[in-house]
């Protein structure tokens, strides 16, 4: 069996013998000092003595000069060193971790407890579909969250600090396409809350709302190498890069811009990803002049973790280049967030970067074993991030199972040759921008102590969208009708032909359905909008993003839906049980990880419509007919801890390992 911790909860779910071993996911339960001093001085041992992680074939072929040999053993010392200072802070943690209970008790003022004030439910005017703004317009956009632990909650300093430095395309609110954005602010944001010292560094890109920044200022210019093709031969120039420093999020942040006179367009346009400069081209650069900027500056972080293909041919240039150069200290870690695309790359390509990409066209290091053959061959960004990297995590334990046993495609076989180094770390969600009780977008709170505030935000939510109100009917008093929730990208990967049929099964199974969503694939669901739902009483489909909207439509939600094909994680499942609605989920990645049927919600396994027709029936059925267990079930779910307390827990683990 292989054992998965999910907030306070342990799931139990089968796995093939195998494939059971070729994975090691991080336990929650897992303290840091925990059975773990052996081990991890001896991979400090290892790791830190001028060895790189891969590719295996390449290890240890150089032999060692004298300068090599001083400086090894000047690092030797360091590490011992930090050797003894791991191991008394291993002693620390174990101590704090046997009275830790006690002193949480201790440290309540008085344990009284102050009853909440009454919300007067009927002095909250309700909004309409003729209002001249829809309602969820008229809140003010949340920008900031406090620095915090799970809940909210001041969190405790580690004992320990550690240096991390984020290479990452996205962080929210700054630059947010998706989960990405979400996840780096929500990791770095606890481990700074912890007393660690972390930094994010991100392309300044111009569509940048330079109000969210504090702080803000220019540092200095540094020339960063950048290679280009000058007439049929390779040559190394540079470019000159702007450095900007600034807190966002409660986040010490660095900004780097190429200068953009003469022809340079890196990074510029109205958005994150459709600029109108070649993205390869940009996030090559950004890789070296991340790196580039540590080493001028005089950083030597303990840790640089790189997110993506983006960031991914940083862990090549750390290795080829840069540990060689003056920053000896860091390791490399690198999360995948979603394989849906892998960085492929020309060697000539690789050329931004000032070096090229003929280095690391073999087998062993990023070739792309799908163009074998072909002219030209190309490497992949992301394989090259596995070879390169310290350790590579991915943002589930079962995605990660999937990924290194066939279901990660051709790069599979990567994944599984360096099983030993890959770990599967569940994402969290930001509970203090997520939190029912303190919402700022939502006219009143509620809590798993009192749901009132939740069903009157379904009355608000149906009335500002023109949908019909259930407690209004015919008085019979069977007016449960359940609200079905997606808020999803419309991109194939999100089962988009299954939310489709979704929406036609909740009418005909008496309920309301509401979809939020944007992408390239949502031209069906636009059809629908303008012609079978306009206007409906039982259905409203809103295609685009407000973050507003989307607070609401959790808030109010009985039934989420997240029909995912494949889902490395999923944030959208885990918010909606933090308000108390019941997901309908496909068994996949993530979703397996948090979601277990007619516990917490409803699975299904197929990717046709027969299957999702028997989870989403049945959570229909349960919402009419078992209404006590109905609240019994969403209860339990906002008690669940999906914070990122845990799950940053155990990547200062795995930086601890290093």
């Not at 006219?443 to 407690?471: H, I, T, V």
């Not at 049929?501 to 979809?515: D, E, S």
Request: with cysteine; charged share 25%.
């Amino acid at each position: 069996m292989a054992v998965t911790g999910v907030g306070n909860r342990i799931a139990r779910r089968p796995v093939p013998a195998a494939t059971a071993s070729c994975v090691r996911p991080l336990h929650h339960q897992r303290h840091v000092g925990e059975s773990k001093l052996g081990s991890c001085s001896g991979r400090i041992r290892k790791q830190r003595g001028g060895c790189f992680p891969g590719p295996k074939a390449a290890r240890g072929e150089a032999g060692a000069d004298p300068e090599e040999v001083k400086r090894l053993s000047a690092e030797n010392a360091e590490l011992r060193a930090r050797i003894k200072e791991l191991e008394a802070f291993i002693e620390r943690e174990e101590a704090f971790h046997v009275a830790s209970a006690e002193a949480a008790v201790e440290e309540l003022p008085g344990a009284v407890e102050v009853a909440a004030e009454p919300v007067d439910f009927d002095s909250i005017p309700l909004p309409t579909p003729s209002d001249e703004k829809p309602f969820w317009e008229s809140i003010p956009v949340r920008t900031l969250s406090a620095t915090s632990g799970s809940g909210g909650a001041p969190a405790k300093p580690d004992g320990f600090k550690l240096n991390v430095v984020h290479l990452t395309a996205e962080m929210a609110p700054l630059a947010k396409v998706g989960g990405l954005g979400d996840v780096v602010t929500g990791l770095a944001r606890s481990c700074t809350a912890r007393g660690h010292d972390i930094e994010i560094i991100l392309p300044f890109y111009e569509c940048i709302d330079e109000d969210l920044l504090e702080d803000f200022k220019f540092e200095f210019d540094f020339d960063c190498p950048k290679g280009h093709e000058w007439d049929g031969s390779f040559q190394v120039g540079s470019l000159k890069t702007q450095v900007f420093t600034a807190t966002c999020e409660g986040i010490k942040m660095v900004l780097l811009r190429p200068d953009w006179g003469g022809d340079c367009n890196i990074f510029k346009g109205g958005r994150v990803y459709a600029g109108t400069y070649n993205e390869t081209e940009a996030y090559l650069y950004f890789c070296r002049a991340g790196l580039e900027f540590l080493k001028v500056s005089g950083r030597q972080p303990d840790v640089i973790h790189l997110h993506e293909w983006q960031t991914s041919a940083a862990a090549m240039l750390y290795w080829e280049i840069y540990n060689k150069d003056g920053l000896h200290k860091p390791r490399v870690v690198l999360t995948i967030h979603n394989m849906d695309n892998t960085g492929e790359c020309r060697a000539e390509e690789f050329m931004a970067t000032g070096m090229s990409g003929d280095a690391f066209n073999t087998v062993e290091k990023a070739l792309d074993e799908r163009t074998i053959g072909h002219n030209p061959e190309r490497l992949s960004l992301l394989k090259g991030g596995v070879v390169y990297s310290n350790a590579v995590t991915t943002v589930s334990p079962t995605y990660a199972v999937e990924t290194s046993t066939g279901g990660g495609g051709w790069l599979s076989g990567t994944l599984a040759e360096y099983q030993q180094k890959y770990h599967g770390i569940l994402n969290g969600i930001d509970d203090v921008m997520w939190d029912p009780s303190s919402d700022l977008y939502l006219p009143c709170a509620f809590s798993k102590d009192d749901l009132s505030g939740k069903y009157f935000l379904q009355r608000y939510l149906r009335s500002g969208l023109g949908l019909e109100d259930p407690a209004s009917d015919d008085g019979s008093g069977n007016n449960r009708k359940p609200l079905v929730v997606c808020i999803t990208r419309l991109v194939p990967q999100k089962g988009i032909h299954l939310i489709r049929h979704a929406i036609w099964q909740t009418v005909k199974q008496g309920g309301q359905f509401v979809l939020l969503g944007s992408g390239h694939a949502d031209g069906d669901f636009r059809h629908l909008a303008e012609n079978d739902f306009k206007d409906h009483d039982q259905v409203k489909l809103i295609l685009g993003y407000s973050e507003a909207l989307s607070h609401f439509l959790f808030a109010a939600a009985d039934i989420v839906l997240v029909p995912s094909i494949f889902e490395p994680c999923g944030l959208t499942q885990m918010i909606g049980m933090r308000y108390g609605a019941l997901p309908v989920v496909r068994r996949t990645g993530g979703l397996a990880d948090t979601v277990e049927d007619e516990v917490t919600g409803f699975t299904f396994d197929g990717t046709d419509e027969g299957s999702l027709d028997v989870a989403l029936n049945k959570a229909i059925d349960w919402h009419r007919t078992r209404a006590s267990k109905w609240e019994e079930i969403a209860v339990s779910n906002m008690e669940t801890d999906f914070g990122w307390s845990r799950s940053a827990t155990m990547y200062l683990d795995l930086y601890l390992s290093l």
